[in-house]
Every structure is written in C-alpha cells, then in structure tokens.
C-alpha cells in the first residue's frame, strides 16, 4: 500500500479566502488576529493616558515596644503615649495572678498568665486617649486596674 505509513492530513477549507490552509496555520493566523485586536483595544484605551505619580509615604518606623505589667491591681506603666498611626509591640506579663489588657476602641483583650508573657501588636490608627483595663472577673480588685494610652495626633 502506498499511503499505509502516511499520517493523515489536517488541511480544512478556510472559506473567508476559498483555499485550503492548515489547520496549524489557521490557528496561527487567529492568534495574530487576536493579538492586533488585543494592542488595538489596548492602544485605544483610557487606562493609556494615566500617569503613574510617586507615592509619598512617611518613613517606615520600627515599632515602638512596651513592657506592660499587671500585678497588684495596677499596670506599670499606666500610661502609653504613642504617634497616630505607630506601629505598638506589647509584651504582657503578669507577677502574681491572671489579668487581662483590654481596650474596647481597638476590640483588644490579651490575658495573661504568672510566668507566660504575652506579646501582641496594636495598630495606632485612631487618635486620642484611650484606657486600657483588666476585664477578668476572678477577683473582684482586678476592675480597680486601669491604664491610658494616649495616641497623638498626625501632625
């Protein structure tokens, strides 16, 4: 047989031009197609006419870090003063029972443990004077324990 090895032909009739292409080539030439209509449509489009503007942003400042302790219903320190905006890395620890550090505005409560520091991040984004306090209820001195912190407003 003559054509017994032979593969079989992909030819198909491209009608648009009344000849008969390649299957590959027909492929090639709609990708060509869709590559001009993509540069077109990209050309054409508002997105071209914007220019990119260099964002200014202030300087990264590292976090500023806070050893709260709670003991003897009382904080030290029980006052906090920070930037807005700043970046506030507390490490709580407790001396004698379980306390809490709490801030309702910042939807914040980290308890802790004698002998088990807790470290945590608090996002300064909010300014004014806010106070932080012992939510526990195991003893009843624990609501005398109060704190501020203090964010400063951007200048």
Do not use: W
Not at 6 to 19: C, E, F, N, Q
């Amino acid at each position: 047989m003559a054509g017994a090895g032979r593969r079989p032909t992909t030819m198909a009739p491209l009608p648009s031009l009344g000849v008969t292409v390649n299957r590959g080539v027909r492929y090639a030439r709609a990708l060509g197609l869709a590559v001009i209509v993509i540069a077109v449509l990209c050309a054409t489009s508002p997105a071209r006419t914007v220019v990119a503007q260099p964002v200014l942003q202030e300087a990264h400042r590292p976090p500023v870090e806070v050893t709260v302790v709670a003991k003897k219903y009382s904080f030290s320190p029980a006052r906090i003063e920070v930037e807005q905006d700043d970046i506030i890395k507390v490490t709580l620890k407790t001396e004698d029972i379980p306390h809490s550090f709490t801030i309702d505005q910042y939807r914040i409560s980290k308890r802790v443990a004698p002998g088990q520091p807790v470290t945590f991040e608090i996002h300064a984004d909010q300014a004014g004077t806010f106070t932080y306090y012992c939510s526990l209820t195991s003893d009843e001195r624990c609501k005398e324990m109060r704190g501020e912190l203090v964010v400063h407003a951007k200048r």
